[in-house]
């Protein structure tokens, strides 16, 4: 039997949750059928003094669900073409919320929500499998097989935020 993530598993800081997502199961039912990726690599985005988080600004309409209970999705549009999934952690107020950007069979965050059909409907719903996307216990990675970069695409946070490694992923 499959384990769903409980909500305290995302009640804690952005980092831990981010380099324990790896080898979890993102799910999702789709036509009656459920699909399970694991997950092999992420992001974090750890409070408001982080410049490369949405919530450096404040809260916002568009960032309100980083704000809120952990466990929660954050699905946000970039681009004007592409969904973004992250999903929220530590404590409600505190703005910190992890991007899933790949997975076994689907490497790219874009392509990720694509082949899921991840958009808005999914914002600020608990990740649950009432909801049709939730998070399963997966595989343990060993810490030897986990590598811990700078995030992708956040130069206009500037060279310290940009720097951060906050980004990761499973070594081969």
């Not at 811990?148 to 060279?159: D, E, F, H, L």
């Amino acid at each position: 039997m499959r384990k769903t993530l409980p909500q305290r598993f995302f009640k804690r800081p952005a980092l831990l949750v981010a380099k324990e997502l790896l080898g979890c199961f993102l799910c999702r039912v789709i036509g009656g059928k459920i699909m399970r990726l694991e997950i092999t690599e992420v992001e974090a985005y750890d409070g408001l003094r982080d410049q490369a988080s949405h919530a450096s600004c404040g809260q916002t309409p568009r960032n309100s669900p980083m704000f809120g209970e952990a466990g929660r999705w954050y699905v946000y549009f970039t681009y004007g073409m592409h969904w973004m999934l992250n999903v929220v952690t530590g404590p409600k107020g505190y703005p910190a919320a992890v991007l899933i950007r790949g997975a076994k069979e689907v490497i790219g965050p874009a392509r990720l929500t694509k082949y899921l059909r991840i958009d808005s409907r999914f914002n600020n719903k608990p990740a649950v499998p009432e909801t049709g996307l939730w998070l399963e216990k997966g595989r343990e990675i060993p810490h030897k097989r986990i590598r811990r970069t700078p995030r992708i695409g956040v130069a206009y946070a500037g060279k310290r935020w940009a720097e951060k490694p906050y980004r990761f992923f499973i070594h081969q």
